[in-house]
């Protein structure tokens, strides 16, 4: 059979190229997402630990969630150690020295208040303790070590010649912002890491816990064994600490971006590898059904002439292996480029941590051309199952027919997707049904897909029916001929419907939320002046309380944003935390500047161990005033809370709003994100007399705070259109690709009309015809699928009104009909032959 497939891949070239290209397209996409999910999941390797051998850092995961649902989660940054394990860790048999490490976001301003970072603000300096130095390899070209009120900094912040020792420089912290004199410059391997070294005792305390590290690294005696001073170390420390060793140092590095963002670029990449396996999929499955079935005449010429349906099925399967490995190999070949521009693309528009990289790592790309080989069989099965499954004389009236029936096993399994996306509706409202709107679109696209022949090629038949009332021929053989290939219409429009629902799904999804975040947003903000960080992270908590005392100022209130694990039934949110935020506004739990629209209860009672919880997770899970709340803080400490408050205003703010002494005691960086200010123009003109004292501080005015508001959604939105964008493109190619093979295999067709009359031009209007039937029933169906998909997600003042999909989304899918229509007619012209023959 093997020696068959091969005679006839070299004999039916022309048939098969369809189904080459689309595994060549699946698999480069495939490739390259292996390639970058490879990249994130790999050992981060020492990082500023270079000179370590082990770094100690607290454990960090959760387990979040109840029975077969629990999941274990990884927490970053890590939370502190006591200064009591750096003293014991350095008491372990072995141990040369232990240093603590801690690691706070630092900015810097030069005496005429201009901010010293160069670096993107993914990368911001941060601060260290002068011990810690070393550990990266850094050494002092210039100056002296730092006292209590000095600073050394990298070369990359002091070049060229911007700062030198004895300048003076402001540096904005968790513990507040003061004036501090340069007293060295220091080199390192890494001249792109901005780093400002203090004093230990001085960053502990800057950092907001003199008393704590965020980790500790082992320098060990010559000639000892790392595995026995590892054991140690656990045995001394006990079971909260983890013991990394070199290849994983950086894990524990609090102030690393590619660490920092490895978690959120893991869950894009998973996100755009579980697009790219669903295109995947759908195109190789649709295109090699469609390639076994047009070579129906051949298969049952076999079968008459005594093949047995196995030994049908076997050629079919291992033609489809030829092919796999084939178009696997160049598709993984081809797939590292591709994963290199979209490193740069993610890296560029600030998805992806600064320094991200594809690595070229061969497990990755065997996984994909594996994984592209076992999509290659699973699509082809029903296939080959149906093309010896027939009797030759059936199978041969089929043929002559041009009727294609679905299997028994491909109808229960496309009923049954179908059956599970409307039980999804069902299941899931409010807004529980905007978070599982695009597994349900996948759901009914899948199940659209199973049943291609009779959905969109049963509905073309139907809407195709009304042309046999024009005049001429034209409208009747356009009617018969997509009433008689039903199985090429489902085909063609499968592309068309997938790219429908990818872009319009999530469009609507990324276009929905940003909205509503705007919207709340405009409705919550009723200050007059927004104070946000000019440069670095945010604001030191110390400056609400200073805005409050200038002359003119009604009230201010600080925000601090923070994270927060429900860990009750029902509220734990997959196992990702819930945004939380710190409202300091003063006295009597006021709110100047916000109004959060409060349903029940008061912001007055948020206190301590009481908080404030949004209507959009109180609703779902009928939580009212007074009931309790299990939670874990982000540092892992586990605390029970109670709702004193529950309010609807809570999109880009945060679900839960808590004491800022609890948030503090347990938030890894202790920076406002804003201060919202009320007052009239002295208020103003105060603000920007204070602004050009404390150079961290930037004013924004009200319309300009929610302008940068929309800035910022529009990222999401960029990430949601570019994974969008490159499905979508490969699902293009997939179209023309499709549309080619269903139009090139016609010639004996329209050599039979060309010989009955007629002409050249007909033929394309012919095909013109057909193809915009398909294209319209294939659009519909998406579009129906995108709205089934919504329809339990709530509207209304306190719902999340779905947005409709914008203008550029319909430009969209009017280009993609059109290219189906252009595709054909170009396909059809290459099927034309200039004297038409049998």
């Known amino acids: 059979m093997l020696a068959l497939a091969v005679q006839t891949v070299r004999g039916r070239r022309a048939s098969l190229a369809g189904a080459f290209v689309a595994v060549v397209i699946a698999a480069t996409l495939m490739s390259a997402c292996a390639v970058l999910i490879a990249s994130a999941l790999r050992a981060p390797g020492p ?20 029975g077969n649902t629990a999941s274990s989660e990884v927490v970053f940054p890590a939370p502190r150690l006591p200064m009591a394990d750096l003293a014991r860790a350095g008491r372990v048999p072995g141990v040369a020295r232990a240093v603590g490490d801690v690691s706070f976001p630092v900015a810097m301003f030069d005496a005429a208040g201009t901010t010293a970072a160069k670096a993107p603000a993914a990368d911001n300096p941060r601060g260290h303790g002068w011990s810690s130095a070393a550990l990266a390899g850094y050494r002092l070209s210039a100056g002296v070590r730092p006292g209590a009120a000095d600073v050394v900094v990298a070369r990359s912040l002091a070049a060229p010649d911007r700062l030198r020792p004895r300048d003076l420089v402001r540096i904005a912290t968790p513990g507040g912002a003061r004036n501090f004199t340069i007293s060295g410059i220091a080199s390192g391997p890494r001249e792109d890491e901005q780093s400002v070294f203090f004093a230990d005792a001085v960053a502990r305390g800057l950092a907001g816990a003199p008393d704590q590290v965020n980790a500790i690294a082992i320098i060990m005696r010559p000639g000892t064994d790392p595995a026995r001073v590892r054991a140690a170390l656990r045995h001394r420390l006990g079971g909260s600490v983890v013991v990394l060793d070199r290849a994983h140092a950086a894990e524990a590095d ?12 893991i869950a894009l990449l998973g996100t755009m590898a579980g697009t790219a396996g669903t295109v995947a999929v759908f195109v190789i499955a649709s295109t090699f059904a469609f390639a076994v079935a047009q070579r129906r005449r051949e298969n049952t010429t076999l079968r008459a002439i005594g093949a047995t349906p196995g030994q049908v099925r076997r050629m079919v399967i291992a033609e489809a292996l030829l092919i796999g490995l084939s178009g696997g190999a160049i598709g993984m070949i081809a797939g590292l480029p591709l994963a290199s521009w979209i490193a740069r693309m993610l890296v560029s528009h600030n998805a992806a941590p600064q320094g991200f990289v594809p690595y070229d790592t ?7 051309l594996g994984a592209g080989l076992l999509v290659c069989l699973l699509a082809v099965l029903a296939a080959a199952w149906r093309a010896g499954a027939a009797p030759p ?4 009236r089929d043929q002559r027919t041009g009727r294609q029936r679905i299997g028994l096993g491909r109808g229960l399994i496309g009923v049954g997707l179908l059956g599970g996306a409307v039980a999804m509706i069902c299941l899931f409202q409010g807004q529980a049904a905007l978070t599982f709107s695009y597994p349900t679109a996948l759901l009914f696209m899948s199940g659209t897909a199973l049943l291609a022949p009779l959905l969109l ?4 038949a139907l809407v195709a029916r009304p042309l046999r009332l024009l005049p001429g021929a034209l409208g009747l053989l356009a009617s018969t001929a997509v009433s008689a290939s039903r199985g090429r219409g489902g085909a063609v429009g499968v592309p068309i419907m997938l790219i429908t629902v990818l872009a319009a799904t999530g469009v609507v999804l990324a276009q929905t939320d940003q909205r509503n975040t705007q919207r709340v947003a405009t409705q919550r903000t009723t200050a007059t002046q927004v104070l946000v960080a000019s440069a670095g992270a945010g604001l030191p908590p110390a400056t609400v309380s200073a805005i409050r005392t200038l002359s003119g100022v009604r009230g201010a209130t600080g925000v601090l944003p923070t994270q927060i694990f429900l860990l009750d039934r029902g509220l734990t949110n997959n196992g990702d935390p819930r945004p939380a935020a710190a409202l300091d506004g003063g006295a009597d739990g006021a709110t100047p500047g916000l109004d959060l629209g409060v349903r029940s209860g008061s912001l007055a009672a948020v206190h301590g161990d009481v908080i404030a919880l949004a209507y959009s997770v109180a609703a779902p899970a009928h939580l009212h005033v007074g009931d309790p709340l299990h939670a874990s803080m982000f540092d892992l400490r586990r605390v029970t809370l109670r709702i004193g408050a529950i309010y609807d205003r809570g999109a880009g703010l945060g679900e839960l709003v808590v004491d800022p002494a609890l948030a503090r005691a347990h938030a890894a960086d202790r920076l406002d994100s804003a201060i919202f200010v009320t007052g009239g123009a002295a208020a103003a003109r105060q603000l920007t007399r204070y602004a050009r004292l ?3 501080v930037a004013i924004r005015s009200r319309s300009q705070y929610l302008a940068g508001v929309h800035g910022s959604t529009v990222q999401t939105v960029w990430v949601a259109w570019f994974i969008i ?31 009955l009359g007629g002409t050249r031009r007909q033929c394309l209007q ?23 998909s919504l329809l339990g997600v709530p509207a209304g003042p306190t719902g999340m009104p779905v947005s409709g999909p914008s203008i550029f989304v319909a430009a969209i899918l009017a280009g993609t009909g059109l290219l189906g229509i252009i595709a054909g007619t170009m396909a059809g012209m290459g099927a034309l032959r200039p004297s038409p023959r049998l």
Do not use: K, Y
């Open 393 to 396: 004389a059936e199978a041969l």
């Open 694 to 696: 404390h150079p961290e």
């Open 725 to 755: 964008s490159l499905a979508g493109v490969f699902a293009l190619l997939s179209l023309i690709n499709t549309v080619a093979m269903a139009t090139a295999v016609r010639g004996r067709e329209f050599a039979s009309i060309r010989l």
């Open 457 to 460: 090629g049963g509905l073309s």
């Open 766 to 788: 012919l095909i013109s015809l057909e193809s915009s039937i398909t294209v319209l029933v294939a659009l519909a169906i998406g579009a129906l699928i995108v709205r089934l």
């Open 47 to 66: 990082g500023r630990f270079a000179a370590a051998e082990l770094v100690v850092q607290a454990r960090s995961s959760i387990t979040v969630g109840h």
């Open 362 to 368: 061969w497990i990755a790309l065997v996984c994909a």
């Open 254 to 265: 609090a102030g690393d971006p590619r660490v920092a963002g490895r978690s959120d670029l």
